[in-house]
Nanobody, 125 residues
Framework: QVHVVESGGGSVEAGGSLRLSCEFSGLTLSDYKMGWFRQAPGKEREGISC???????TYKDSVRGRFTISRDDAERTVYLEMNNLKPEDTAIYYC???????????????????WGQGAQVTVSS
């Protein structure tokens, strides 16, 4: 049985930083692509970053240069380092693991099998 524990959300002022973590158990993380998604109030959930098993990665344009995705397969953990946060980054953030690569660079939700419970990130101006 797969368990996912997501942590690291919180409230910061604009320009601040946060790091989100997702620890997985019950699976071999190196077999999966890892993604981060977010859902802002009143909006649909969107993909913001993905890192493949090979280490190839991609970002949504609005976070590129400010957010960094990384993975530690030995620790079964994926991270999202968020710097220079903006009020428009306010959302619930979700991590996800997917066995199938698919069109991973499009940051779609398909092909993800396991999801974190979500972490609230609030950025004040």
């Amino acid at each position: 049985q797969v368990h996912v524990v997501e942590s690291g959300g919180g409230s910061v002022e604009a320009g601040g930083s946060l790091r989100l973590s997702c620890e997985f158990s019950g699976l071999t993380l190196s077999d999966y692509k890892m993604g981060w998604f977010r859902q802002a109030p009143g909006k649909e959930r969107e993909g913001i970053s993905c890192i493949m098993r090979s280490g190839r990665l991609t970002y949504k344009d609005s976070v590129r240069g400010r957010f960094t995705i990384s993975r530690d397969d030995a620790e079964r953990t994926v991270y999202l380092e968020m710097n220079n946060l903006k009020p428009e980054d306010t959302a619930i953030y979700y991590c996800a693991a997917g066995r199938t690569g698919g069109q991973w660079w499009l940051l779609g939700e398909e092909d993800y099998d396991y999801w974190g419970q979500g972490a609230q990130v609030t950025v004040s101006s």
